[in-house]
């Protein structure tokens, strides 16, 4: 009898080569990432990995999206071989982490997977806000402040990249939906992605842009507020 479980060794590893080969990831990257894949698999199954690997087709189109539009504005990420391990870890390490406390508290994983599901939405929302905003954007303004300002400055918004990032919450949420179901979670998900995303600007105004801290530390603790967003708004509903 076919087993679908061996799909999934097929999918890293092609993932991993098309990263490589493509300069998306650098080689410790891929291998970071299928390590993180690998979790997210066995503690969520077929829909984790399709939330993860989403993410990643989703934000590395929207980087190269009018890539030379963007040239100007920004400093990429990106090194000539690809994002590097620590970037990797930033946007998909919370979802790791939930993931390996599934493993080991399975007795949770009807609270932990929209955890999960919220950390990638953050990511995908940050994500596309920033990538596409640039493109799509018309009026630039400082989260902070409300006042007009430079658009790829870190903390700078605009409406249009705000309404993208949410649409790229609502991408994870509906994969989390197809795969455990359609209910509250799903509109928890998006909220709680749009926090994050919300809050990856205000750290960007108020301490990336002074240098206190770096992208890769305002990347993970987006993931991180989301995923905290989540479990406070399950508690708050769980309780009605």
């Not at 993931?99 to 599901?117: D, T």
């Not at 179901?181 to 600007?201: Q, Y």
């Not at 750290?203 to 890769?216: H, M, P, S, T």
Request: charged share 10%.
């Amino acid at each position: 009898m076919f087993n679908i479980d061996i799909l999934m060794p097929v999918i890293i590893i092609s993932g991993m080569a098309y990263s490589i080969l493509a300069k998306k990831l650098t080689v410790a990257a891929a291998f970071t990432g299928a390590v993180i894949a690998i979790t997210i698999f066995i503690a969520a199954g077929y829909p984790g990995l399709a939330m993860m690997t989403t993410f990643f087709i989703l934000g590395s189109a929207a980087t190269s999206w009018q890539r030379h539009k963007k040239q100007s504005l920004i400093k990429f990420e990106e090194t000539g071989n690809g994002r590097n391990m620590l970037q990797v870890l930033a946007n998909a390490g919370a979802a790791g982490i939930v993931g390996i406390i599934v493993i080991n508290y399975p007795q949770h994983s009807a609270l932990l997977l929209p955890v999960m599901a919220a950390a990638f939405a953050s990511a995908t929302a940050d994500t596309l806000s920033s990538e596409l905003g640039m493109v799509y954007g018309r009026r630039f303004f400082n989260i902070i402040s409300f006042k007009a300002d430079a658009c790829g400055r870190d903390g700078v918004v605009s409406l249009e990249g705000t309404v993208i990032g949410i649409l790229g919450s609502a991408v994870i949420a509906v994969i989390y939906a197809l795969g455990w179901g359609w209910g509250i979670s799903f509109l928890l998900i998006v909220i709680s992605g749009t926090i994050g995303n919300i809050t990856d600007s205000v750290l960007g105004a108020l301490l990336e842009r002074k240098g206190i801290i770096g992208n890769d530390a305002v990347n993970f603790v987006n993931t991180l507020v989301a995923a905290g967003a989540i479990l406070g708004l399950e508690v708050v509903f769980l309780s009605i």
